[in-house]
Nanobody, 129 residues
C-alpha cells in the first residue's frame, strides 16, 4: 500500500514562488503517473500537472503552463512541483496523487479522471496574498 505525503506548502506573496514535494512510501510495482491537484472550497479538485514515472513526459493545465514545473525530485520516490509567479487564484489545498497511466497515447495528461486515481495524499495548503 502506497502512502503519499505532501510538503512545502505555506504562504507566498503574489509574484513569488513555492516548491511542493510529494514523497511516496510503500510499494507499487506498477508504473504510474504522479499528478498534482488543487482544490478550493466549493469547487471540484482539478489536476494542474502530471508526470509519468521515470520519464520527462509531463502535462499541465493551461492555468499553470509556463509558471509551474513538475519533476521527479532528487530524493528517491519524490515528485516536486515548482510554482513561480504565483497569483491569488493559485491559493488552494494541493494534493498529490498516483494515477493510472492511459493506454494508447500519452500516458499522463491533464485533466485527470478521478476514477484513474489510485492513491491520494493528505494535502498541503498554499496561500497567496
Amino acid at each position: 500500500h502506497v502512502q503519499l505525503v505532501e510538503s512545502g506548502g505555506g504562504s507566498a506573496q503574489a509574484g513569488g514562488s513555492l516548491r511542493l514535494s510529494c514523497t511516496a512510501s510503500g510499494s507499487d510495482n506498477n508504473r504510474a503517473c504522479t499528478a498534482w491537484f488543487r482544490q478550493v472550497p466549493g469547487k471540484e479538485r482539478e489536476a494542474v500537472a502530471n508526470i509519468y514515472s521515470g520519464t520527462q513526459l509531463v502535462d499541465y493545465a493551461d492555468s499553470v503552463k509556463g509558471r509551474f514545473t513538475i519533476s521527479e525530485g532528487s530524493l528517491k520516490n519524490t515528485v516536486d512541483l515548482q510554482m513561480k509567479n504565483l497569483n491569488f487564484d493559485d491559493s488552494a489545498m494541493y494534493y498529490c496523487a498516483l494515477v493510472q497511466p492511459l493506454l494508447g497515447g500519452r500516458p499522463c495528461v491533464v485533466p485527470v479522471r478521478q476514477d484513474d486515481v489510485r492513491n491520494w495524499g493528505q494535502g498541503t495548503q498554499v496561500t497567496v496574498s
